[in-house]
């Protein structure tokens, strides 16, 4: 009956039918029970729990990424990831923009592995054009792909702004004429696409139009036109009239604003003072001529005199001397008629004088002209900051005095000063919040990680090495009972003529000897029990292994 309990497990152990899943999970089991894993059990507990957070450490921490090219259109985009999955480079393409992205610390050796499969396509340099232009091409050929070039080459170089994402221009440019009047000058277009929240300074526009028209030969600046991706018109805002006349007015009230921080800065501090400056600019153009004789300004420039003398004299003596011829004539009488020059005539004659004369009348002609910009009035408030003490009228005065010589006051011209005194109210700080910082992101991320390990180790690690402390030592009490068992078992002898008095010995007992001694005087003991069934046992072993 007892060889019958002892054998019937070892044949019948491996033909019990089991669920697959247990069937699967049990060498786990064998292997977890093992000694030796039982005891390594607390140090791969810990090991884990390290493994996962630094899992989730870098699972959060994502590497910097850095945009590779800016302005690829899709079919580039498509052969540039082709090519970078080609070379297990990791690349990003982000959902709102579409930009291609690599990590930071590979955009060198992305841009390199590209360049030397000739990607991107798009945006050829003006020198690869000319390079690629053929030989024996007509003239009309090579004046396209000079203009392709040149025009390439510009938006290449308008693109080096932060602003603009990408640029295309075109130009227009007529056939040299031999007739001067049919010259037509060169015109351009300019297209840009800019950065996601950015604008250009009409500042910017203006240089960009310049740029072109200084690459172009015999182009005007006024003959550039440029838009953005939205279809606004750029140059227009530029160059209006009313944009002129804001810049200006702008110009003098920053100058006027800078001269007054000058004066009351270190006079009152930062923080004590604020001030507002109005320029009212007429910005017409006007130009006035005049024409004046001036009083008693003549000049004389020819003069004519013609005399004339008429009139009658004493009559010749005649007839024969005698002593009346010798008497003395009788008296006459002396008639003097004035002349036209008012000196009187000779006696008995007439004289006549006439003078004409030619004069110059004095001119004068003035022409004003009176230019755009000019300042018209300007009005100044500044606001005091009134602390402890309130400043009194003379110093009040004083600082006026010194505001309007600070802006060239005219009173005739209508200006306008105005200072006043309050306290003023504090400002609370307008800082971000701690939140939006770009250090609380990744702070989180780092916090994150350490408590998902600080977790791991609590609800994972913890247990499992409690739990693998408590089966050593419940296995350690367990084997510790059965060495005593079995040494009692091997060293105790046999009572005499009571074969079955002796204990005896099962295959589950040698199984979990606890050392290799006590297992070999088990097994001693197994074959000197009865050794048929030893010998029985040792053969389906030796059959087992033949057929695994």
């Known amino acids: 009956m007892a060889d019958t309990q002892i054998l019937a497990p070892v044949p019948d152990a491996g033909r019990f039918p089991v669920p697959a899943l247990a069937g699967r999970i049990e060498p786990f089991r064998q292997f977890v029970r093992q000694p030796a894993v039982q005891r390594a059990l607390p140090a791969i507990a810990m090991t884990s729990a390290i493994g996962i957070a630094a ?11 850095a945009q590779l090219f800016a302005g690829l259109d899709d079919a580039d985009k498509a052969a540039v990831a082709g090519a970078l999955q080609s070379q297990g480079i990791g690349h990003t393409i982000d959902p709102v923009t579409g930009a291609l992205t690599v990590d930071a610390d590979k955009l060198y050796q992305a841009r390199i592995a590209l360049a030397g499969q000739g990607l991107p396509k798009a945006q050829p340099s003006g020198d690869s054009l000319i390079a690629a232009l053929p030989m024996g091409s007509s003239r009309a050929i090579e004046g396209e792909t000079l203009r392709a070039a040149r025009e390439a080459d510009l938006a290449r170089t308008i693109e080096a702004i932060d602003a603009v994402k990408s640029a295309r221009i075109h130009i227009a440019a007529a056939e040299p004429s031999l007739f001067v009047r049919e010259d037509k000058p060169a015109t351009a277009s300019v297209m840009l696409t800019l950065q996601n929240g950015r604008s250009l300074s009409d500042g910017q526009v203006q240089a960009i139009r310049f740029l072109v028209a200084s690459s172009v030969p015999g182009m005007n600046a006024d003959q550039v036109s440029v838009i953005d991706q ?34 009351l800065g270190p006079m009152l501090g930062a923080g004590n003072y604020t001030v507002e400056v109005h320029a009212d600019v007429d910005m017409s153009e006007s130009q006035a001529t005049r024409e004046s004789f001036p009083e008693n300004d003549r000049a004389l420039t020819s003069e004519q005199i013609t005399k004339s003398v008429s009139g009658q004299g004493a009559p010749p003596a005649v007839g024969i001397p005698g002593a009346l011829s010798n008497q003395p004539p009788p008296a006459t009488s002396l008639s003097q008629t004035p002349t036209a020059a008012g000196t009187p005539a000779a006696p008995g004659t007439e004289s006549n004088e006439r003078a004409a004369r030619s004069y110059e009348v004095g001119r004068e002609i003035s022409v004003t002209h009176q230019p755009q910009g000019r300042l018209r009035r300007v009005s100044v408030a500044v606001a005091l900051n009134q602390g402890s003490k309130a400043l009194g009228q003379a110093d009040l005065a004083k600082i006026d005095n010194l505001v309007k010589g600070a802006i060239g ?7 306008m000063v105005a200072i006043g005194q309050r306290p003023f109210a504090k400002i609370e700080d307008a800082s971000p919040a701690f939140w939006d910082q770009g250090w609380f992101l990744p702070l989180v991320k780092q916090l994150g990680a350490i408590l998902a390990a600080v977790l791991a180790f609590l609800f994972i690690g913890r247990p499992l090495i409690k739990s693998a402390k408590a089966r050593a030592a419940a296995r350690a009490e367990r084997d ?35 050392s290799y001694e006590a297992r070999a005087n088990l097994v001693r003991e197994f074959v000197r029990q009865d050794s048929a069934r030893a010998a029985l046992v040792v053969r389906q072993l030796m059959q087992e292994g033949a057929r695994g």
Not at 248 to 258: I, K, P
Not at 409 to 415: E, H, I, N, T
Not at 487 to 510: K, V
């Open 409 to 415: 006051f005219d009173a005739a011209r209508g200006d």
């Open 230 to 263: 939205r279809g606004a018109l750029l140059s227009d805002a530029a160059t209006s009239s009313d944009m002129q006349a804001f810049q200006l007015q702008t110009q003098m009230e920053d100058r006027y604003r800078r001269a007054l921080d000058t004066l």
């Open 480 to 514: 510790a009972a059965l060495e005593e068992s079995l040494l009692a078992a091997t060293d105790a002898p046999p009572a005499l003529g009571n074969r079955r008095a002796e204990r005896e010995i099962t295959l589950e007992m040698i199984e979990a000897a606890p």
């Open 55 to 65: 899992l989730a450490y870098f699972t959060m921490q994502a590497a910097p990424q």
